[in-house]
């Protein structure tokens, strides 16, 4: 018969299968309570870093239909379980352990797949969503800009051509013709700007 707190600590972890974006699995041989600390403040708000036993882990992951992990499970386990940004998570998991040789990434899970190593470091190697929404925005505001030009055009070709088309008629005109044209390309001018 299954112990109780056993039963709950695996409907525990299920629900965090089920109420993350993505889960990295990780081993922690070798880090203290200090790193370990370290790293659940590096990983923020949006990460709960759970340490786990590899039989609850593979049950609850059962459980919620997690599959692809079962490999991942052998030595101390401590599974990362991201509600926010993966990108963000991943970076700092890479950064971490990069700095703390105790920390060995095996792996994860996102949107219904298994992960490997190289998978979630390219994910590490991504930009943030803030980032790309900013470059995406910039983008847009380019593009916007360029058709603002692209309708003023007409208005300022059609008073080039009027400012054009008057001085062609000055110049083989009289005097008082060459001011009747000036007139009337300035005319033209104003009503090709009150256009656009």
Do not use: C, H, W
């Not at 070798?30 to 870093?49: E, F, H, I, N």
């Not at 080039?160 to 005109?173: C, F, I, M, N, S």
């Amino acid at each position: 018969m299954a112990r109780p707190d056993k039963v709950a600590a695996v409907a525990e972890i299920a629900d965090e299968f089920r109420g993350a974006s993505a889960s990295v699995v990780t081993e922690y041989r070798g880090l203290s309570v200090a790193q370990l600390t370290a790293l659940r403040r590096a990983l923020g708000p949006d990460v709960t870093y759970r340490v786990a036993k590899n039989t609850l882990v593979k049950r609850a992951a059962q459980d919620a239909g997690v599959e692809g992990l079962e490999a991942l499970l052998t030595g101390p386990t401590a599974i990362a379980f991201v509600t926010g940004e993966p990108v963000d998570a991943a970076k700092a998991l890479r950064d971490f352990a990069k700095a703390n040789q105790g920390l060995v990434i095996k792996g994860g899970f996102m949107d219904g797949n298994a992960l490997s190593v190289d998978e979630v470091n390219r994910i590490a190697d991504l930009e943030s969503r803030e980032v790309l929404l900013a470059k995406l925005a910039g983008a847009m505001k380019g593009n916007l800009s360029k058709a603002a030009g692209l309708f003023a055009a007409p208005a300022s070709q059609v008073a080039r051509l009027a400012q054009a088309l008057a001085d062609k008629r000055a110049a083989e005109a009289g005097p008082a013709e060459a001011n009747e044209a000036a007139a009337a390309a300035q005319d033209t001018t104003v009503d090709a700007a009150s256009e656009s």
